[in-house]
């Protein structure tokens, strides 16, 4: 079974662009969630979508969105990139996304470079 | 606030003994926690979890311990491999029925031959 996919692996934009960030759960997999990884405040949680509905929120401002389609594949948006932006985005897949046994796997990661 | 912290941040072990990664966790009502681990250029991976009404949960050379009277979760690997050098996460469920992940800082482990 493939892993969690996430496209692409590697981004550069400057200041005031925006970004949209791809991922691809494990089949069969319906809960998508997304973090961002940096060295100074390690890995946060952005936000987590099951069947299409945004379910929990981190501490972000508007500026970082996403969305979930039918076939459980999420997109992040970034809009009017700062520096601080810059940062390991990292997505993650488990069956129900609750307790229980649920696993969340998580993939490769992109990375975006804010200039 | 919700934090998950870590008392050491780098460990360095030879290989062939045990090692032990440290973690404190604020959030009382936390009922899930996961132990990750991140190589370099890689996403975490999963290690092991255990739920609040578990004290102890044993892998394939790795043991979870919880302490949920002091907030305390720890992870032991038995006979440390150079393979196992990488940043060691913990991680709590603060979101109840709705997963939602708190990190610690990392503990990076390196293992000397």
């Known amino acids: 079974k493939a892993g969690v996919t996430q496209t692409p692996r590697y981004l550069i934009k400057t200041r005031g662009q925006q970004v949209t960030l791809s991922c691809s759960p494990i089949s069969g997999h319906r809960s998508v969630s997304w973090y961002q990884q940096t060295p100074g405040q390690g890995l946060q949680f952005l936000f987590e979508y099951f069947s299409e509905t945004q379910r929990n929120k981190g501490n972000f401002p508007g500026r970082f969105s996403g969305r979930q389609f039918s076939n459980s594949r999420s997109e992040m948006n970034v809009s009017t990139l700062e520096l601080g932006d810059s940062a390991l985005y990292l997505c993650?897949?488990?069956?129900?996304?609750?307790?229980?046994?649920?696993?969340?796997?998580f993939g490769p990661g992109t990375r975006l470079t804010v200039l | 606030g919700e934090s998950v912290g870590l008392h050491l941040p780098t460990l360095s072990v030879q290989e062939g003994d045990n090692s032990i990664i440290n973690c404190a966790y604020s959030n009382s009502a936390s009922d899930y926690f996961i132990w990750y681990k991140q190589e370099s250029g890689k996403g975490p991976q999963f290690i092991i979890d255990i739920r609040s009404n578990m004290d102890k949960r044993q892998g394939q050379r790795v043991t979870v311990l919880l302490n949920k009277t002091v907030k305390h979760l720890s992870l032991q690997i038995a006979a440390t491999q150079p393979g196992d050098s990488a940043v060691y996460f913990c991680?709590?469920?603060?979101?109840?029925?709705?997963?939602?992940?708190?990190f610690g800082k990392g503990t990076l482990l390196t293992v000397n031959p």
């Open positions: 991680a709590e469920n603060t979101g109840g029925s709705n997963y939602k992940l708190t």
């Open positions: 993650a897949s488990s069956s129900r996304g609750g307790l229980s046994t649920d696993t969340q796997y």
